[in-house]
């Protein structure tokens, strides 16, 4: 058995909340050669019309600090959410441009959309992001390049293990599909609707399962909520349930860039093993 | 954050029941081409022969008026289930002819369509509908025009906010899937059934969670049910229940057209932001 | 409100078990023009070799009689599980000979299919049947003409109302997906597997508050388990649960030749409105 | 009704863990003609670097030894993963070279991946696998035939019962889907994510409501987890729960070798009927 993670001040494990802040981003990508669906767009506009400030209000309520990936194009059309966000100290990090996956990306193409999305949330935040969430929650060799190419600290898309680790020289803190809201929540309507809406309760108890797991084996929960699921009403109040358990469970309650510092730092005292090398690459 | 919503005698949030009378029109549509599946005429005509019946006798039960979207075909075939909706004093509003998703028509279809469901409605319930509700739930910049050039009050087939807005000079009065009973409890056999029907009383009892979360954020709950799905046995009884949650919650229950009226009569004494363009349009 | 349904002796309402005896028999049907997958075959062949028996045997401690719908191929290759059925006093119903459904078929193809079936019943259980359960609960206007002229008494494969009603000179005895067993349990595998399955212990609550429902709406709640599914263990011990409650609840339990003779007796004394049409029939 | 399988030492029934020990492997095989998703390669990977040993501590925890079957590429890839397996004293089986289904590989291809994998899989972990779990739970004649050549005791691929059976000259060791971890986890995102992932506590309820069955019914319940999927936190710890109720209910815990092993001692004592012919098969 692999050794336990040690976390800061011996905490049994780490909780972190991300945000990915897409309100209609995605459906303007996937529909950028036909006709959008106004339906989807409203239903994703909800998002920063009212998601994310509710969302805001919630880890106001808990002292929490998250980490919000937003795409540059969300930036632009919602430069006030945005700076809602900023000036309530969490951290904003990059999502892409137009919420591009980069498998669908020429490695030139991925590096635009990711300078573009830096300049609009650094101009619209006033701070430089130093983390990358994948819009779809897949890499490439190549855009792995991009990220460590651009100076980046950490990418936050993959599953490799359930607490942090390196991939070549970028931190990796990684996410789970169990503790996204979009697979329980998403449902849009039209031809492709989605599976039905899971139980915001049933999915909050699921989470707190995860949570109490965190702790029995010392491992990193990274949740992810979307402004424009869970900022709804019954969803928005699971997620204050699930913040006041990892709170009581006494997780390490940080953001995604603070987890990368620590792992930075046990790195640079020697604590670690070597580094693993981007998946499937062949540059290396 | 936005600030909370203001709703009548400060109640804390609303809840509105919504009925989209469908029976088997959608399927008649869908089949237009084809044949239709005798079965799933069937089971969708058990609406106008028994769920109508049984979900006004719900009602009843509560001194609860809802809103009726009824296709303008369905009184054609139907009008004694229409005559007993409209009897029993609530409100009937459009939803199109044949069931049609104004995606998939013409500007001139789509007006076309509206006014003929209007005239037989007219006719069979005594009293000119105000609203509409859009059969897929989607719409286009066209469809929102025809709805303003005939003089709809209002539209309720988006999501962009959970309270009442405008769109244009109609008021949308948002619905929202976790509270539709379709995505749940729709399954039709055949070649393309469906999920697997979810349990009437976890429905019910997500319901109740949206009810308590509109009670806590100040929002509007805009519940739909169907004939021929909620009419069902379990499915009513749950429904039963739900009900006598809103009114434990001490939410402002009323029609879609009440509160519609809510929202013109504040947006008169000048207390509401200026109005949302028609979402996607290029006509303003 | 159309008036409540009477039930013998004024029971409240009424409670049948349907057993869909199919085997591996649906998968020789849909595999007839390519390879069939053993592990389907096999998966189903549970069926006659162990669930059918384990059914008869939770049936047996309730002393309740049910009505088995059997395809004419598989008394033809499990003669020994369809003697076991009639054996132990159920009702034994026409099935189509291998699974075929209606909609598949043209006239002559399916009064072939239905005569086929009905001989093999009748040899190998002593009996002959005289209902029917379409094999993909559809049904068309020219299969029911071919129930009407084979002098069957009753179809139970649509969901028209939910109590018996008339099809033409059939007495039609409803069923309903959410008291089906497949849409929750089957799950085959390969490419095209099924949603993953609902536990036994989640279904049985939902049939019993559909069981509950009937008694206060005075229905008919007509529960179809298969063989080869619910004749599995948790799912029978669920069953066994389920039918405690049906007798809990004084719903009568019947066959359900029993309830269209029930039916048929009342229509002869003139209570019943006028007969239901072929549902999209044209021949009247 | 068939009389009840007899268990040693009059055990009510029996209960066996098995892994699917894939790893990354299905993956290779799906995308070996196109470009891996990165994603779903390191969400696998997980299997090998976390997952495996998380359960290996789990099944000391409860002094229970598992068959864990695995494609020999894993055990090429990553021999530590497998020899940990080998020194904690669990049974190896053949699972595939690259997992390669059955279904699609001819005699010949089948039986150079069995021998190529028993290769590897004897060398890394210094025993002989003796049975086999088809990487797809289907199986072909063909493939039937090559395990017999190959002289391997037992197959543990299909469910043509619950209890062991014979299959020609092997031991059929039946699994069942609802016992199986992945219909009911596997999510991968991308085009065909699945379905959303079920709560580790609802399975785990599930899972003892059948071990619960198998001692009412006397029957066999091989439970089947994989690396990468209940490996993780909360399936792990759920995994822990439905093993403390295995032992509290009495049932045979013992690897799938010695149930085969057990099931030949029977037939040797002429206890058994006759065997099943290889299904659907024609070479017998």
Request: hydrophobic fraction near 40%; aromatic fraction near 8%.
């Amino acid at each position: 058995m692999p050794s336990r993670y040690q976390w800061p001040n011996d905490r049994p494990g780490s909780c972190v909340l991300s945000v990915d802040v897409d309100g209609e981003v995605p459906h303007l990508w996937q529909s950028r050669d036909s006709r959008p669906r106004l339906a989807e767009l409203e239903q994703r506009r909800f998002g920063p019309r009212v998601g994310v400030h509710r969302l805001l209000s919630v880890l106001d309520d808990h002292g929490l600090r998250a980490s919000f990936y937003i795409p540059g194009h969300y930036a632009h059309e919602h430069p006030s959410a945005v700076v809602a966000i900023a000036e309530a100290g969490h951290e904003i990090g990059l999502h892409g441009h137009l919420h591009e996956p980069p498998t669908a990306l020429t490695k030139v193409e991925f590096a635009a959309a990711l300078r573009r999305s830096r300049e609009v949330l650094a101009t619209v935040s006033g701070a430089a992001p130093t983390g990358f969430r994948s819009p779809s929650w897949d890499m490439t060799p190549e855009s792995f390049e991009v990220l460590q190419d651009e100076g980046l600290d950490y990418d936050s898309s993959m599953m490799g293990y359930d607490h942090p680790y390196l991939i070549g020289s970028l931190v990796e803190v990684p996410v789970q599909w169990s503790l996204d809201d979009a697979p329980f929540y998403r449902y849009v309507g039209g031809s492709a609707p989605g599976n039905p809406p899971v139980r915001p309760r049933d999915l909050a108890e699921a989470w707190c399962d995860e949570l109490e797991a965190a702790a029995r084996f010392g491992t990193l929960a990274v949740i992810t909520v979307h402004d424009w699921l869970s900022g709804r009403g019954a969803a928005a109040a699971a997620l204050d349930r699930v913040l006041a358990r990892a709170a009581d469970l006494g997780l390490w309650r940080a953001t995604v860039a603070e987890v990368a510092d620590w792992h930075r730092h046990r790195e640079q005292q020697g604590v670690l093993p070597s580094p693993t090398q981007v998946p499937g690459g062949t540059h290396e």
